[in-house]
């Protein structure tokens, strides 16, 4: 992802997104998001691809003893710094892949909108199960398998340019999309929501929620293009978590 966010350009239309200048008040899932959120007091928390940290400062702000933060972009890193006033936040330049090699283990990891740019999610949970402390909790969004499954993640339209409807094929073809975003050619992996749960399930995690988001009736009422978001999902959220060993 770093070819990306490190390019100058894409880096300045990323920065022009609402979720980019408003934060998670922007972001359409973050109503839904929050509620599987586990309490924060006094916890270890690992963000992984933390982009401008947002989600690092919200645990920070809401209780947390410790906060590491880690994108494989410097200018995503570059720009959390600057935003961030926390302490207790740290900012590593680090392939979210390559959590393995950090020396501690967390109460709680949280990954926003990142892991469907890693090419083996099945080797990523087994990475992110052995970082969790027993008992720990683990939340993650991606863009849901509806939107990814066709690969071009744009409306098809009618002869009058309205919109006719949202395009699925190769549901079941798991391997990298290419698709447009801010003007630039993004490389993602399309999964399955069987894989998606399944994979927690057989690497040992407990699955706590699974939602489809919505935009919020707020966010409906402040911005009709908004209405679009209720005839197909777009993101996908799970929540589980590490269970406690016996004896």
Known sequence: MSSYYDNPAFFAAYAEMNRSKYGLKAAGEWHDLKKVLPDFTNK?????????????????????????????????????????????????????????????????????????????????????????????????SVEHPIFTAQGTEQWVEDEEGEISHWPVDDYFDEKVRNTDFLGFTISKYHRTLTTYVQTLLQKGLVLDHLIEPKPSQEMLEENKEMQEELRRPMMLILAAHKPNKKG
């Open 44 to 140: 270890t928390v690992l963000d992984l691809g933390c982009g401008y940290g947002w989600h690092c400062r919200y645990a920070a702000d809401h209780g947390a003893k410790q906060v590491l933060g880690i994108d494989d972009s410097d200018k995503m890193i570059q720009q959390a710094q600057i935003m961030t006033k926390n302490e207790n936040i740290q900012y590593k330049t680090m392939d979210i892949f390559d959590l393995d090699q950090l020396e501690q283990k967390f109460d709680i990891i949280i990954s926003s909108l990142a892991i469907h740019y890693i090419k083996n999610y099945t080797e990523l949970i087994q990475k992110i199960y052995q970082q969790l402390n027993n008992g720990a909790s683990f939340v993650m």
